[in-house]
């Protein structure tokens, strides 16, 4: 009897270790499932996005090539490859833009671009607004407008937005009077006042700052302010308001070719460059010469 008591007992540990293996096997089966979800899903997150192509910006070097860097890394991101050519001057970027060799430009206002096409015959349309750059007064060889003697020389630039531009802030400033209804197409041919004989030297934009030692002012655009190491805060004797009309019609966008805004590579690039990553770096890095339009 104590035999067969024996022999029961031990079939029954037999059976519970068999009962207890089989536990383990059906619980370990889901974990190792869920680590290779796991393992999954971090590859998926840690893999490089679907390449979508190369997007092509010709650009100023100040400051717009290098809010365009900026803006490389969140455009890898989704798969872009974001590749910028500095430009020199004002004409060469909507050249190729309208010839198809690059994708877009990021150098120009709205009226520069709107007057290039009438007297180039391109067909440039504005993709987005991205920054307004204060135009502003910048002293030569002279600190301060009530400095101003008979026949001193203040050099501007010679393209007809810009020289307008200039021309109306010295305006706002007292130096010279300008026909009324000549705003934006305003020449020194439009000037009506000029008390003190202001003789005004007309440059290509590029060429104004460098100037700057020999004229009594030079008025300047924000960027070519920036590359001659003037901040708009510190060193402008006068300069227009961020909150000002100016600000609406002289915001700097990205330019394409017509028919080319709403292309994906296009929509990608204006939401990189209004993102709230590059207006923080506008905002830090350009001391009021350069402000995001909103």
Known sequence: MKKFIALLLTGALAVSALTGCG???????????VQEETKDEAEEAEAPAEEKGTITVAASATPHAE?????KPILAEEGWDLQVTVFD???????VVESGDFDANYFQHIPY??????EQGTHLVNAGGIHY????????TKASLDELAEGDVIAV???????????????????????EGAGLTATVLDIE????????????AAQVSRVKDEVAFVVLNGNYALEAGFSVAKDSIAYESADSEAAKTYVNVIAVKEGNETSEAIKALVAAL????IVTYIEDTYDGAVVPFK
């Open 23 to 33: 536990s383990k096997e059906e619980s370990a089966a889901p974990a190792a499932e």
């Open 67 to 71: 809010i365009l860097e900026q803006a």
């Open 89 to 95: 001057d004002y004409v060469q970027p909507n050249l």
């Open 113 to 118: 671009l709107e007057n290039f096409n009438e």
């Open 133 to 140: 750059e204060p135009f502003g007064i910048y002293p030569g």
């Open 157 to 179: 630039p010679n393209d007809t937005t810009n020289e307008a531009r200039a021309l109306l802030l010295l305006e706002a400033n007292g130096v010279i009077k300008i026909k």
């Open 193 to 204: 006042e000029n008390p003190k004989n202001i003789q005004i030297q007309e440059l290509e």
């Open 274 to 277: 209004t993102s709230d990553e």
